[in-house]
């Protein structure tokens, strides 16, 4: 194959490199079947969870002893109820300003108000009531 380069100027470098590399030459073996192939990935990928998973049992041990478990002040759990958000609502757009200004006013709170009064009566109220008061 290298006959054709004799005459040119690296050729001596270049027949070197060719019988070092022939002389250290190594067989590549052939793939594994891949029943196997996926055995030998399995076992790896066990050893490197296992690994993981170690550098975490001292700390999942103490927590299953510990009575109470105690997270950092400035751990935010991010749990915040309807009432909470609903209160630091403030409007935007237009729009929920128009809305706004419908919901809070002074006769739609009254009517609310009496609305929720009067339905704290029904409660109260038995089947004779219910009846006289045209609940049902």
Not at 48 to 57: A, D, E, H, M, R
Request: net charge positive; charged share 30%; aromatic share 8%.
């Amino acid at each position: 194959l290298l006959n054709p380069l004799s005459e040119e100027p690296e050729f001596a470098k270049l027949r070197k490199r060719n019988q070092l590399i022939e002389k250290h030459a190594r067989t590549v073996h052939a793939p594994l079947p891949t029943a196997e192939q996926a055995k030998v990935d399995r076992k790896v990928a066990y050893e490197i969870t296992k690994k993981q998973v170690t550098k975490w049992q001292p700390i999942i041990q103490r927590n299953r002893e510990a009575p109470t478990i105690f997270f950092d002040e400035n751990t935010d759990l991010g749990f915040s109820t309807i009432g909470a958000i609903a209160s630091e609502f403030e409007p935007r757009t237009e729009f929920e300003r128009k809305m706004a200004a419908l919901v809070h006013n002074d006769k739609v709170i009254e009517a609310h108000n009496k609305d929720g009064s009067r339905l704290l009566e029904l409660n109260k109220l038995n089947c004779f009531g219910c009846i006289i008061y045209g609940a049902f």
